[in-house]
């Protein structure tokens, strides 16, 4: 598909008393349009920092320290998020740009009556009239699979699938061209974990919205994402296709996290195969970061950071990978991921 986001060499640090924190430190990642891409990777590693920088949501002491983000929107030129007023960037996230951040089922005034929330939404973010907003509720309410009647209830008259359904149908209502879902299954019993998948995969299916799904779940992204981009230590390490990804991970971190995968029925292993803690976004180590943990490591990746570049393969669209082992393997440019 055409490029939605270009993300390139995005840094976002928070200044903190003991440094400046380098959460996210060099990130180069294309979003396209109508695809579920996933962003895996432990907690620490920066997914959060990295999304809410996409929409300009960094609050301080977090800063962009660099880099862009070109959105391309439906109709009009693409522009550059990170360069926009305040004031631009919120029209821009009302109407094309919207985030669910983790927890955010939570986020309903549990003393308004669902309709009256959506209307309240709607005419915030848009120039619709209350009445046009009241009209469209029942559509919306639909569009999720939620019954009509839910728009008379209160938040704790729903489930917690349905208050999950109704924030997507909230995003839905501003007919976003892209929706963020910062870890929208955590914490979530395994039924309403079901609910959000299928509704997720249905505004993809039936309304061609981009997603960013961001979950540490590698689960999760072997249900929903089509591709998916690992990160480690503020950077991304892989993107693949999602099937490639689980079939045939290349970056040695992303093989540790597959295989940290529960199995069915069995023990949930905590990254069976990395020992070690993750690094500080304080002090990074140097070269490779994962080079403290990676049971391939060699001298160079003590001192060279590895560039994040296509593997040649044969594939049409091949991983991108960072890491010395694939050195010989790769081309420099031509991927849609990496351009310098
Ligand atoms: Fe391991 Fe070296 Fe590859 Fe880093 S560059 S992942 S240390 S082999
Ligand atoms: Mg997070």
Same mark, same amino acid.
């Given at each position: 598909?055409?490029?939605?986001?270009?993300v390139?060499?995005?840094?976002?640090?928070?200044?903190?008393?003991?440094?400046?924190?380098k959460?996210?430190?060099g990130?180069?990642?294309?979003?396209r349009?109508?695809?579920?891409?996933?962003?895996?990777?432990?907690?620490?590693?920066?997914?959060?920092t990295?999304?809410?920088a996409?929409l300009?949501l960094?609050k301080p002491?977090?800063?962009?320290?660099?880099?862009?983000?070109?959105f391309?929107?439906?109709?009009?030129?693409?522009?550059d998020l990170m360069?926009?007023s305040?004031s631009?960037?919120?029209e821009?996230?009302?109407?094309n740009?919207?985030?669910?951040?983790?927890g955010?089922?939570?986020?309903?005034?549990?003393?308004m009556?669902i309709?009256?929330?959506?209307?309240?939404v709607?005419t915030?973010?848009?120039?619709?009239?209350?009445?046009?907003?009241?009209?469209?509720?029942p559509?919306?309410?639909e569009?999720?699979g939620?019954?009509l009647?839910?728009?008379?209830?209160?938040?704790?008259?729903l489930?917690?699938g349905?208050?999950?359904?109704?924030i997507?149908a909230?995003?839905?209502?501003?007919?976003?061209d892209?929706?963020?879902?910062?870890e929208?299954?955590?914490?979530l019993d395994?039924?309403?974990q079901?609910?959000?998948?299928?509704?997720? @995969? &249905?505004?993809?299916?039936?309304? =061609?919205?981009?997603?960013? $799904?961001?979950?540490?779940?590698m689960?999760?992204?072997?249900? *929903?994402?089509?591709?998916?981009?690992?990160m480690?230590?503020?950077?991304?390490?892989?993107?693949?296709?999602?099937?490639q990804?689980?079939?045939?991970p290349?970056h040695?971190?992303?093989?540790?996290?597959? @295989? &940290?995968?529960?199995?069915?029925? =069995?023990?949930?292993?905590? $990254?069976?195969?990395?020992g070690?803690?993750?690094?500080?976004? *304080?002090?990074?180590?140097p070269g490779?970061?994962?080079?403290?943990?990676c049971?391939?490591?060699?001298?160079a990746?003590?001192?060279?950071?590895?560039?994040?570049?296509?593997?040649?393969?044969g594939?049409?669209?091949?991983p991108?990978?960072?890491c010395h082992?694939?050195?010989?393997?790769q081309v420099?440019?031509?991927s849609?991921?990496?351009?310098s």
């Open positions: 598909g055409e490029p939605l986001l270009e390139r060499d995005l840094r976002v640090y928070y200044r903190t008393v003991a440094g400046l924190s959460a996210v430190d990130v180069d990642l294309e979003v349009r109508g695809e579920i891409l996933g962003i895996a990777g432990e907690s620490g590693s920066g997914k959060s990295l999304t809410t996409l300009r960094t002491p977090g800063f962009i320290a660099g880099g862009s983000v070109i391309h929107p439906r109709e009009g030129a693409p522009v360069k926009l305040d631009q960037v919120r821009y996230r009302w109407r740009l919207s985030y669910l951040p983790q955010s089922m939570n986020s309903l005034n549990p003393v009556k309709e009256d929330q959506f209307v309240d709607i915030q973010h848009s120039d619709i009239p209350a009445r046009k907003a009241r009209e469209m509720v559509s919306l309410l569009q999720v939620l019954d009647h839910v728009a008379r209830m209160y938040p704790h008259e489930s917690g349905m208050k999950q359904r109704v997507i909230m995003s839905v209502a501003l007919n976003s892209l929706v963020v879902a910062d929208p299954t955590t914490a395994v039924h309403i079901r609910v959000v998948i299928q509704t997720l @995969a &249905s505004l993809r299916d039936e309304f =061609g919205m981009t997603v960013i $799904l961001v979950t540490h779940d689960a999760v992204h072997a249900e *929903l994402a089509d591709r998916v981009a690992v480690y230590a503020g950077k991304i390490v892989e993107v693949s296709d999602v099937h990804i689980f079939k045939d290349k040695p971190y992303t093989q540790g996290l597959i @295989a &940290s995968i529960p199995k069915i029925g =069995g023990e949930r292993r905590r $990254l069976s195969g990395i070690g803690n993750a690094p500080s976004p *304080l002090n990074w180590p490779c970061r994962f080079h403290p943990r049971p391939y490591v060699m001298d990746c003590r001192q060279q950071e590895p560039p994040l570049l296509p593997l040649v393969n594939h049409q669209r091949p991108v990978v960072a082992l694939y050195t010989q393997q420099s440019g031509g849609d991921d990496r351009r």
